[in-house]
């Protein structure tokens, strides 16, 4: 089955502990991204790569950091957490960049930051 | 400017009966993709349908259709028979096509609260 698959799904983790939410696509997509989706600022997207060893910021990248050493997966790394990245994470993931390509969406991983 | 707007922030549809989500885009950009996504309460988000800037054709995808309007920039969603399950908030958004500088995402819109009675 076609899938974009993350984990954790839930987690309560505390301020300055590093974490990391792993994504992983069965699809052979080139493009991989991250989005934050929260109350009132709705989704936008944190960090996003084109290819293979390519990746770049997207609207909100402070706090974050990626890596993209295979194709199958992005992960997304916290490496301070702070309260305000309590929110709603997905991982997506389509063939390429171009605007005719579906971006398909993991289940979403609920993180809170106390 | 929004980019794309939903002006319904929650909508009443009974069941079996048809609904339509409103949806208006803004861009300069000749090549882009509309997109339909719904996220029930459980979180996960899933696509339902596409419409191509280029497509002369409206999308449909079993019960769902997209009523494409290129002139007034407008891509609504419309659900037909409504059923319970289709209780969820709906998004529409947004995939430019200049990919040089552009980041490949979607921009989306704040969304629609549909909610379904019986």
């Known amino acids: 089955e076609a899938q974009v698959t993350q984990n954790p799904r839930y987690l309560i983790t505390v301020t300055g502990k590093k974490l990391t939410v792993t994504c992983s696509q069965n699809m052979n997509h080139e493009y991989m991204s991250w989005y934050r989706q929260d109350p009132g600022l709705g989704l936008r997207q944190i960090y996003y790569s084109m290819n293979v060893e390519v990746t770049d910021k997207g609207d909100v990248p402070e706090g974050y950091k990626v890596s993209r050493k295979e194709k199958r997966n992005f992960p997304l790394i916290l490496e301070s957490p702070s309260p305000n990245q309590t929110s709603l994470y997905f991982c997506?993931?389509?063939?390429?960049?171009?605007?005719?390509?579906?971006?398909?969406f993991g289940e979403g991983s609920w993180l809170t930051v106390v | 400017a929004q980019k794309i707007t939903q002006t319904q922030p929650g909508m009443f549809v009974q069941e079996k009966e048809a609904v339509t989500l409103d949806c208006t885009y803004d861009t300069s950009d000749p090549s882009y993709g509309l997109f339909w996504y719904k996220q029930p309460s459980s979180g996960e988000m899933i696509f339902l349908i596409y419409?191509?800037?280029?497509?002369?054709q409206n999308a449909t995808e079993g019960r769902y259709s997209l009523n494409f309007q290129k002139a007034r920039k407008s891509a609504n969603l419309v659900i037909s028979a409504s059923q319970l399950g289709d209780s969820a908030m709906y998004f529409c958004?947004?995939?430019?096509?200049?990919?040089?500088?552009?980041?490949?995402?979607?921009?989306f819109g704040k969304g629609t609260k549909l909610s379904v009675k019986p």
């Open positions: 997506a993931s389509s063939l390429s960049g171009v605007p005719g390509n579906t971006i398909y």
């Open positions: 419409q191509g800037s280029y497509d002369q």
């Open positions: 958004a947004m995939r430019e096509g200049n990919i040089r500088g552009s980041q490949g995402n979607l921009i």
